[in-house]
């Protein structure tokens, strides 16, 4: 407790992350043919009030004029103003209840709106300083109690000279009227709260920027709920990451910053150095020279599925956890596989190229329906599971091999060999991963197997399949119509040549690697990958995580978590626990999971503890780093 502190903080747009007044203006309006013109009428009056070219007062009675404001419109107006509370304050309602006697909501604004929202959070009712309505006894507002000297100029300054706080004043707004409390002298400092609203003149007069009430607690050392400010967390997404994920982070509070391109070496090298979360696509090269300038860095979020544009042994070192989207995507490369095989069974290319230079050739010659073909799956994973389910309703039958056991789906059929799919289907649809021992998985002795005239669809990786004799296959009439989507070697850009053996080749469908680029793969992208920095910075849980021991960890109830990351050597967590033991610390829960390279122990702990526990822990060798989560 620390009795000689005063915290005075605004309501609209500080407490709330609106203004009262507008959210008053959509209910009390309602209905009236000429609701937007008086709502701008209203936001002029506001501004004009402030730019002082009308008196507050003046200001105040006309937007009352204008808002016909009823008894029956404050309780939707407290009830849209209660799902309004800025984040940050709701994160943080431990403060007001610990703090009660020394919170004080000032506001310009209305009593009987803003009470029942601060209430909830324990705020006294006599430390609510604002103006009141005043109603006729049909309940329309008719003015305002005019003795109070919110409503007039200078108001909120008049009205903490009259509370004469015995003790250090901190003012928290985000308007004017807050630093001018600020400025004449009756506050010892004046925060400018951005969470919701930045206004230059403010922030600039402003002894700090808080972007969030976390920020404030943590600078003066009130923080009760939260071990760390999340807008003191950088965030650097490059490479057009989905607008998503940028709403996902900042909503949680971290300062994002974000970049349309990818940065070359020396410039991330140079750019990484203050941040500690990454998000990139498949461009950015996350190499060890740049690992070693990223002194912060806790995480990588690839915002694909491929993780090997990034060193991830260097970052496993680092004790940095590499994240990506596997799945995200998934269903955008079933659909296209299966528009493939019909285009392809149907001879559609060959037929849209002739009718483009002129020639009608209508004719049912090899055109066949998909519905009872055989569609041979090589690959069961995310993506060979879910195209054997939509396959099947397209009425196909299903036939899949996997290197691992894999449960069958619906009606397919799980074959022992790959020879066995080979040899039966229709289709062959290649979705294994692109592991390096899948090179050339398929070349010409597989061609040779497969039925004649058979459809082929590589949308998995380049190198699993021998291009040329895939070539041959098809100038061979082995292989009847082919969609290649991935190749040994892709083009850097879009400004260089794509060079092939298969251009130009007859019913070959080929794309530029967008199997998985769609819209909604790239929002649910941009939803996944966020979620995943999430649960890392806030839980530390690792599901997921492509080079970091997997623990879903629950979250955290009234306890300390001790996250520990170290080198795979052995008696780590004997000592971790000695250390514990030591300083008489009861052990709450613990979870260890370990790869080759790194272990990572998790302990949640009792909340009273010495704090040089945490140094002890940090000592200790082999610690690649250590952070602590409340
Ligand atoms: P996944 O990892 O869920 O599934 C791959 C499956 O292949 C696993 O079940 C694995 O056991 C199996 N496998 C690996 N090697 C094998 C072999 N030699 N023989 C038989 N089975 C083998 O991967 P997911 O998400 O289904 O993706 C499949 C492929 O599609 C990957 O190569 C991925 O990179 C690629 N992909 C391509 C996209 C595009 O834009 N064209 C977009 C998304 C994924």
């Not at 389910?389 to 449960?407: F, P, Q």
Request: one cysteine or more; charged letters at 25%.
């Amino acid at each position: 407790m620390t009795p000689s502190k005063f915290f005075v903080i605004d309501f609209d747009s500080t407490f709330t992350k609106v203004e009262a007044f507008d959210v008053l203006a959509d209910i009390s309006l309602e209905g009236l043919p000429d609701k937007e013109e008086r709502k701008k009428q209203i936001h002029q009056i506001t501004l004009q009030g402030m730019d002082g070219s009308i008196s507050f007062r003046q200001s105040l009675e006309q937007r009352l004029h204008l808002l016909q404001a009823e008894r029956k419109h404050l309780p939707p107006l407290v009830s849209r103003l209660k799902a309004s509370v800025s984040e940050s304050f709701k994160r943080n309602r431990e403060f007001f209840t610990t703090y009660k006697d020394h919170v004080y909501i000032i506001s310009n604004g209305f009593r009987e709106f803003i009470e029942p929202v601060v209430s909830e959070f324990g705020i006294k009712p006599e430390n609510i300083l604002a103006n009141e309505f005043r109603f006729d006894a049909s309940g329309k507002v008719i003015g305002f109690d005019e003795s109070n000297p919110l409503s007039v100029n200078n108001g909120k300054v008049e009205q903490l000279k009259k509370l004469n706080l015995p003790g250090d004043v901190y003012v928290i707004g985000d308007g004017y009227t807050d630093y001018e409390i600020k400025q004449s002298g009756l506050a010892n400092r004046f925060y400018a709260f951005t969470e919701n609203v930045e206004r230059e003149v403010v922030v600039n007069n402003a002894d700090h920027v808080t972007p969030s009430l976390d920020e404030f607690l943590y600078l003066n050392k009130l923080n009760t709920v939260i071990s760390y400010p999340k807008n003191r967390i950088n965030v650097l997404l490059l490479e057009n990451v989905h607008p998503v994920a940028i709403k996902h982070l900042r909503d949680e509070g971290f300062k994002v910053d974000s970049y349309h391109a990818a940065l070359t070496e020396d410039e991330l090298c140079e750019r990484i150095r203050d941040v500690s979360v990454l998000g990139i696509r498949s461009k950015t090269q996350v190499t060890a020279r740049v690992l070693q300038n990223a002194n912060r860095l806790m995480t990588i979020g690839a915002f694909c599925i491929g993780t090997n544009q990034i060193d991830l042994k260097e970052a496993t070192r680092r004790g940095i956890a590499v994240f990506n989207a596997p799945f995200s995507n998934t269903r955008s490369v079933v659909e296209l596989a299966l528009a493939q095989m019909i285009m392809l069974m149907r001879n559609i290319t060959e037929k849209s190229n002739k009718m483009h230079a002129g020639v009608w050739d209508k004719s049912a010659k090899n055109s066949f329906e998909v519905r009872g073909k055989k569609l041979g799956l090589i690959g069961y994973g995310n993506i060979g599971t879910q195209l054997s389910v939509l396959a099947e309703s397209l009425g196909m039958r299903v036939l899949y091999y996997d290197c691992e056991e894999k449960l069958s789906l619906g009606n397919a059929i799980k074959c022992r060999t790959m020879a066995e799919v080979l040899d039966q289907a229709d289709v062959v649809s290649l979705h294994v991963d692109g592991r390096e021992s899948n090179t050339h998985l398929i070349g010409q002795r597989e061609f040779d197997r497969m039925k004649d005239g058979v459809i082929f669809i590589n949308l998995s990786r380049g190198h699993v399949v021998n291009i040329d004799a895939l070539r041959q296959a098809i100038l061979s009439g082995k292989v009847g119509g082919c969609a290649v989507d991935v190749f040994p070697y892709e083009p850097v850009s879009n400004d260089e040549e794509f060079h092939s053996p298969l251009r130009g080749l007859p019913n070959t469908i080929l794309t530029p690697h967008i199997g998985g680029s769609t819209a909604e793969a790239q929002e649910n992208i941009g939803h996944f990958v966020p979620g995943k920095f999430m649960d890392y910075i806030n839980t530390g849980s690792t599901s997921n995580a492509v080079n970091f021991p997997n623990i879903t960890l629950p979250t955290l109830e009234n306890a300390h978590r001790l996250i520990h990351i170290h080198e795979n050597v052995p008696g780590i967590l004997a000592r971790i626990n000695q250390v514990l033991a030591n300083h008489g610390i009861n052990i709450v829960g613990q979870y260890l999971k370990t790869n080759e390279q790194i272990g990572y122990v998790i302990t949640d702990i009792n909340k009273e503890y010495e704090k040089d526990v945490v140094k002890a822990l940090r000592a200790i060798e082999h610690t690649i780093k250590f952070r602590v989560l409340y």
